[in-house]
Each structure stands twice: as structure tokens, then as C-alpha cells.
């Protein structure tokens, strides 16, 4: 007898299960690298740091601080007994300075003492002689220069200029984007211990576990199975330690080598922004000729990314950016032109979104502009401009647009938000309010879902179901409180019909899952979530096929719910039939492997299908600025956000909320300032403001789009990750609203983000 519906436990998917740390988070029992407990003999680095932005290095003196209480020494390049460059893509950089500096902060080298201050006092005593040379510091004067870290890549299509010459109207300008650091709250980190036979063992707060392996073997000239990686969790990554917590690994493990004892090296805040990338800084020149409905013809973009010193991940950023720049629109004849630019500053990375948000704000800019220029609403010209269902659907980059949802989710988003209504009213405030404007925009996001780069679109995990019923779990992917774990646990349990706490994830471990990619791309449930169900299927099926057998039935009519597994004859507890099941010697463990299908693209001239399927969203947002300091505020938000069929709506909404306001945090208030020796002058929280909780707004509203994935994707459900953090350029599009209220009609420039100053510099006439 099949269990009745009703007796059916509530499946854990689409619950809103806890996150599966959270109380052991809030409770301080969570653990985190520098809570590991330290081995005996572990001595603590410190990174000596250039201060000259372009510079031949000629010497390191460490004679002072060599004498400090605790020192044991420094590590330097010589040190390395394996390849002095590191194993990046593009093996650009070196792992410490030799002959040439080429950032404030660069890395030269390591202080080694007992204590982790002895360390850093000591690293501040270090005397670097450097003779400086010309630094290249400005985007726009690399672009002029040519200095790039990659080759610019062209995307065309149709004949823009034509378009652009025959359209009824015409707009051009120039657009500058600042970056964004991760501030992740814990920093950069890794504990590098040797163990027997020059094996290491590596805890690192890492997004990618076997990159930060890679690197170290690399760096001490051993293969990648002398050295294991281990992240149980990071406190946030945000893109940040997606490869620049490899450093941190393979500058501890060199620094253990020499001194053969366990070395930490646990980056001080200040450190952490002098030493590692931010989001890319962007600039923009464009032209558009459109149509009175304000429907774009023809455009020519130039997109330059400030890269820093060294690619990094510059060239998948970079395509991602062009990939983006058409966002939910069909931009008709277009070129775009991304340039890779190198300057003399730290190498910016990934940071949450990866290029999409630096593609996507440009347009949205331009389309907010065209309709200031026509006098037209701005939600009526970017509807005029969204892809259509049977024709202008395919993108720049050749890809057929199939599961467009943008018209209905954001009618739906324009009726909930009541933005006709509270447009009309805001006219109304303005009119009477001479100092205080408000404004008001609703944009939309498209975004794509997958690694650009191809392979990086596989997933393996390991499901061990032990004698007593309990379930581990391991998988590829790392925890950085974005609720992987936990998701990953629901579908596991899901697929064997077990209660949530049945299920448990342990560390990620290069040792047990092998070659694992990033998590990044906010891929990380849809590969590992179905790599653990395909493991969990396989334990599954074995069980039901020992059960059939028993009770002499076909595997199918086995079903796995509420703890039990019910064939036509008998029900037993799952953990009945599991120690059974391993008297009769079943594999009560299995493997699962996941690879993306239906993807593929051209990495030359980036076209093809890079993108699985699409997760949109709108956000409707009013802020209000002051015309005479420039201040500003965000104060209501209405977002409807599409995650297919959510798998756990808690943490789906944490991601899109805490998405938003760290989108909102780069385009107002986080502003990086390098001065004009290329020295960062926001390197703190005194003077690097990310939004605090004061600043979220007191309306913010978040709705789910009610389908699932059009295409099979685990659970039904879609990204989240990323996504959101765009739904925060409507606070941008909503400052310029509101500038052009206080300028009367016409284009606003405005640079990003848009602190006072900038508020104030678009004011002006
Ligand atoms: N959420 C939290 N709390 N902390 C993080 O570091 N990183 C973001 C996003 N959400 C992040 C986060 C980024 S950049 C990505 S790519 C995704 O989570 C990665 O996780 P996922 O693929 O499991 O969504
Ligand atoms: N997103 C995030 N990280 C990546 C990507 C991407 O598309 N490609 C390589 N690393
Ligand atoms: Mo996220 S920027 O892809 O780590």
C-alpha cells in the first residue's frame, strides 16, 4: 500500500527551511578559519606591502625588522620552490614581487613571527627600496595609451552606423562607473599545514577550493595530490574569493615550507583593500540613434574595464560585461567595442554579478536619457525597446531569447508598485518642493545563467546514507551564507524521502569531490544541487530495487516519503530498511555527476549559446535627493523577482534582499578613491561606506514570479545569487529622475556611484 497523500511529510524543497549554520552562527559556534583550533608550533604571516604604484624593486632590507620580539624570518620570492609565477589563466602575475612593482600593495613578500601582530608590526619595519617609474592610473588615459592585460574583443551586428545616421534622433555621451570591494565581514585568510611525505593540508576561505589547490601544489612544485583544501564555510565571498583567496593560500603554504611549521596568514582589514581586487571600474562612450517611441536603432558602444595590474578574471568579466549590455532590450544594429585595461592598481575580480551589472547600467542609463530627450516616461521606452517573443528576439551575441517573461513580470510589477500613480504624485510633490526632489524608476534584469566559460559548467557529489538512516553529503561547492548547503540538503532529503535533519553537508574538500569549479555564477545549486540528487537517485534506486525484490513489486511502486519506504505490501522506516538493505550487502553510497546541457559558444567572437536560461526581475524604487548638498535616500522599493520555483523561499529572499542593497551600496555610497600617486585612500570603514542597516529602505517589498523554469533545472528553480544585486541600478535610474526633476528636462549625467558630490555635479547646468 502506497503511503496516502495525506500522511505525506511537507517535502523539503520550497520550505523555508533554516539555514543549516544559522544558529550555530548566531551563536558563535560556527566555524570559521581563524576559529580553527591552532596546531602547536603555528606561526602567523604578515604581508610586507609595496608602496610605490609602478617601481623597479632593488632592494628589501628586513635587518629591523628581522630584531622584533616573535620574528622568524621573511619569505621573499627566492623562497619559492616551485614556479615563481602563479598558476592563474593567464599566468600574468607573479606570487611575490620580483625586479617590478606594480601596485600600492603589492605583494613583496612575508613577515613570519609567533604572534599575528609581531607579524604585522614587523611587516610595516620593512625597508623597500624602489625606484619609481610612470604609473599608468586612469581609465581613460589606458585606453588612449593602449594598455591592456587582454586584446579588445568586438561584438557587431547589422550595420550600426548606418542605423545610427538614418534615425529620426540621435544621443551620445560618456559614462564613468566606479568599482566595489567584496567586504566580505570575514577577510581573506588561509592556515597552511604540512603534513607526512610533503603532503599539505590547506584551510582556505575559498570559493574555489581546487584553484586554491592548483596553486599551492604549483607554487611548491608538487602535484595536486600532495595538497588538500578544506572550506566548511567563508563569511561571505561575494566574488572576492573566487581566485584572490588563492594567494592567501599559496603565501601561507610557501611561508610553512620554509619555517616547516603550520603558517596562518590572516589579512588585517586595511590590508585586505590595499592587497585584493574590487569590482571593475568601467567607462563608457556611446552614441544611439532611436525612433519617437524612443526604440533604439542603432548603437556603437566602447566599454573599458579598469583590470588593474594583472587579468586575473578581467577577460571572462569583461565578456560577461558585453554579454549584458543589451539586458531585457533588442538594441537592433550594434557594436560594441570592450577594451582590457591595464593600470597600476590592485587586479579586480569577480564581485557579484561578474561584468553583468557593469554591461547592464550603461543602456539602462542611455534608455532613461533617451527619454528625457523625447519627454516621455521611462518605463514606456524601455518597454518599447523589451525583445519580442516571435521576432527581435535574438541578442547581440546570437542567442535566441525562449523564455522571455519581461513584459508580464514587469506589468504586473508597474500595477503592484502603483508606478503610474505614484509617478503622477511625485510630479505633484516636486512641483511644490523646491529643495527636495524625488524620483522614480522601474528597471528590469535579464540575466544569464551559466559560466560563460563552458567547461566550467560540471558538478559532482558524494551521498552516503549510513547504517543507521542518517545521510552525508558532499559536493563541490562552498558555503558562503548564501544557503547552498541547505538547498542542497532539501533536495537530498527530497529524493530519499527523509526529514531535513537526516541530512547532513560536510566541509568542502578537494580530497572527496575532485577538479570542483568555483561557485560562482550563481550556479552553485543548479550543478551541485543536481549532482547530489543524481547520487541521492542512484542510493535510491538500489534501495528500491532491494525492496521489490523483498516484496516481489516493480522498483517504481517503492516510494520514498516521510521517513518511510512503502511498497504495495508493507511500509518500513527508511532506516529499517536501510540497515536491511546493508546485511544484504547493498552500496549504500553513490557518486553523482551534473553537466549543464545545450550550451556553447564561440570564445573569439562570443557568440552562441553561453547561457543555459535567463532569471529576470524588476524593481520599482523612489528616492529623494537634497538639490542643495546632494545627499540622497532610497525610500521605497517594490521588487518581483523571478526564481523559478523557489527551493527554499527564506533564503531566496534573503539573496535578492541582500542583493539589492549591496547593488544599492555601489551605485551610491561605496566609493573608491585611489589618489593621484595610486595609493588607495579607502581602505577602511571610516572612509569606505557600505550601506548599513539605517540606510535600507523602510518600504522594501520583495514578490516571487509564480512559474517555474521553463527549462529542467533542479527542482524547477532558478539562480539567485547574482541577479538581484542589479535590480539596484532602479536607485540609479531613480537619483537621475529625480536630478532631472530638479534640472527641468533634458539628459542627466551623472557618474556612479552617486555620492553627494556626484548628486550635486549632475544638478549642475
Ligand atoms: N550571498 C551571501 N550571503 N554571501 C556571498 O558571498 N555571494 C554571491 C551570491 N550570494 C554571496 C551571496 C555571489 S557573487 C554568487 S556567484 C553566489 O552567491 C554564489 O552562490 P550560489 O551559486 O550558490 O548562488
Ligand atoms: N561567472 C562567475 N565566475 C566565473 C565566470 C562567470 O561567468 N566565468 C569564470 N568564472
Ligand atoms: Mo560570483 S561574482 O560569480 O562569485
Request: glycine share 8%.
Amino acid at each position: 500500500m502506497n503511503a496516502p497523500e495525506k500522511f505525506l511529510a511537507k517535502p523539503a524543497t520550497g520550505s523555508s527551511h533554516f539555514h543549516e549554520s544559522a544558529r550555530a552562527q548566531v551563536a558563535g559556534g560556527a566555524t570559521y578559519i581563524d576559529d580553527v583550533a591552532e596546531v602547536k608550533g603555528t606561526l602567523h604571516a604578515a604581508p610586507i606591502l609595496s608602496n610605490v604604484a609602478h617601481g623597479k624593486l632593488r632592494g628589501v632590507d628586513a635587518s629591523q625588522a628581522s630584531t622584533m620580539p616573535g620574528v622568524r624570518g621573511i619569505v621573499l620570492a627566492k623562497d619559492i620552490p616551485g614556479d615563481p609565477i602563479l598558476a592563474t589563466f593567464v599566468h600574468d602575475e607573479t606570487v611575490f614581487a620580483v625586479d617590478t612593482v606594480e601596485h600600492i600593495g603589492q605583494v613583496i613578500g612575508l613577515v613570519v613571527a609567533d604572534t599575528v601582530m609581531q607579524a604585522r608590526r614587523a611587516a610595516r619595519k620593512v625597508q623597500l627600496d624602489i625606484a619609481p617609474l610612470s604609473a599608468m592610473l586612469d581609465l581613460r588615459e589606458a585606453v588612449k595609451a593602449r594598455s591592456f592585460v587582454l586584446p579588445p574583443v568586438t561584438v557587431r551586428r547589422g550595420e550600426p552606423e548606418r542605423s545610427i545616421a538614418e534615425a529620426p534622433h540621435k544621443l551620445s555621451g560618456a559614462f564613468d562607473v566606479g568599482g566595489q570591494e567584496h567586504f566580505y565581514l570575514e577577510g581573506q585568510v588561509a592556515y597552511a599545514l604540512p603534513l607526512e611525505q610533503d603532503n599539505w593540508w590547506i584551510y582556505s576561505s575559498t570559493q574555489h577550493p581546487a584553484e586554491v589547490q592548483h596553486w599551492v601544489a604549483h607554487a611548491l612544485g608538487l602535484d595536486n595530490h600532495a595538497v588538500t583544501v578544506e572550506c566548511r564555510r567563508m563569511g561571505g565571498g561575494f566574488g572576492g574569493k573566487e581566485t584572490q583567496a588563492g594567494h592567501m593560500a599559496v603565501w601561507a603554504a610557501l611561508a610553512a615550507r620554509k619555517f616547516r611549521r603550520p603558517v596562518k596568514l590572516r589579512m588585517d582589514r586595511d590590508d585586505d583593500f590595499m592587497v585584493t581586487g574590487k569590482r571593475h571600474p568601467f567607462a563608457y562612450d556611446y552614441e544611439v540613434g532611436f525612433d519617437d517611441s524612443g526604440r533604439i536603432l542603432g548603437m556603437k558602444l566602447l566599454l573599458a574595464a579598469n583590470c588593474g595590474f594583472s587579468a586575473d578574471l578581467s577577460g571572462p568579466v569583461v565578456d560577461r560585461a558585453v554579454f549584458h549590455v543589451d539586458n531585457a532590450y533588442f538594441l537592433g544594429d550594434v557594436e560594441i567595442v570592450s577594451y582590457r585595461c591595464k593600470t597600476n592598481v590592485q587586479s579586480h575580480t569577480a564581485f557579484r554579478g561578474f561584468g553583468g551589472p557593469q554591461g547592464m547600467i550603461v543602456t539602462e542609463a542611455i534608455l532613461g536619457d533617451i527619454a528625457r530627450a523625447l519627454g516621455k516616461d521611462a518605463l514606456d521606452v524601455r518597454k518599447a525597446n523589451f525583445y519580442g517573443i516571435a521576432d527581435r528576439n535574438v541578442t547581440h551575441y546570437q542567442m535566441p531569447v525562449e523564455d522571455n517573461i519581461l513584459d508580464p513580470l514587469v506589468s504586473k510589477l508597474e500595477q503592484t508598485s502603483q508606478y503610474r500613480a505614484r509617478r503622477a504624485a511625485i510630479a505633484k510633490w516636486n512641483a511644490q518642493s523646491p529643495v527636495i526632489k524625488r524620483g522614480l524608476a522601474l528597471t528590469p534584469v535579464k540575466f544569464g545563467i551559466s559560466f560563460t566559460a563552458t567547461f566550467f559548467n560540471q558538478a559532482g557529489a558524494l551521498v552516503h546514507v549510513y547504517t543507521d538512516g542518517s545521510v552525508h553529503v558532499n559536493h563541490g561547492g562552498t558555503e558562503m551564507g548564501q544557503g547552498l548547503h541547505t538547498k542542497v540538503c532539501q533536495i537530498v532529503a527530497d529524493e530519499l524521502g527523509v526529514p531535513f535533519d537526516k541530512v547532513r553537508i560536510s566541509a568542502t574538500d578537494t580530497s572527496k569531490i575532485p577538479n570542483a569549479s568555483a561557485t560562482a555564477a550563481s550556479s552553485g545549486t543548479d550543478l551541485n544541487g543536481r549532482a547530489a540528487q543524481f547520487a541521492a537517485r542512484e542510493v535510491r534506486q538500489r534501495l528500491a530495487a532491494y525492496v521489490a525484490d523483498k516484496q516481489k513489486c516493480r522498483p517504481e511502486q517503492v516510494i520514498f516519503a516521510h521517513g518511510q519506504v512503502s511498497g504495495p505490501d508493507a511500509a518500513m522506516s527508511f532506516e529499517q530498511v536501510v540497515d536491511d538493505a546493508f546485511h544484504s550487502r547493498v552500496q549504500l553510497w553513490s557518486d553523482g555527476f551534473y553537466k549543464t546541457p545545450k550550451i556553447h559558444y564561440d570564445k573569439h567572437t562570443l557568440t552562441g549559446r553561453p547561457f543555459y536560461y535567463f532569471s529576470y526581475g524588476a524593481a520599482c524604487t523612489e528616492v529623494a535627493i537634497d538639490t542643495l548638498t546632494g545627499e540622497n535616500r532610497v525610500l521605497k522599493v517594490d521588487i518581483l523577482h523571478d526564481v523559478g520555483r523557489s527551493i527554499n523561499p527564506a533564503i531566496d529572499i534573503g539573496q535578492i534582499e541582500g542583493g539589492f542593497v549591496q547593488g544599492m551600496g555601489w551605485l551610491t555610497t561605496e566609493q573608491l578613491v585611489w589618489n593621484e600617486k595610486g595609493h588607495l585612500a579607502t581602505h577602511a570603514p571610516s572612509t569606505y561606506k557600505i550601506p548599513a542597516t539605517g540606510d535600507v529602505p523602510e518600504h522594501f517589498k520583495v514578490a516571487f514570479w509564480h512559474e517555474a523554469n521553463p527549462e529542467d533545472n533542479v527542482g524547477g528553480s532558478k539562480a539567485v545569487g547574482e541577479p538581484p544585486l542589479m535590480l539596484a541600478i532602479s536607485v540609479f535610474e531613480a537619483l537621475r529622475d529625480a536630478a532631472a526633476a530638479a534640472r527641468g528636462d533634458g539628459p542627466v549625467r551623472m557618474d556612479a556611484p552617486a555620492t553627494a558630490e556626484n548628486v550635486l555635479r549632475a544638478l549642475r547646468k
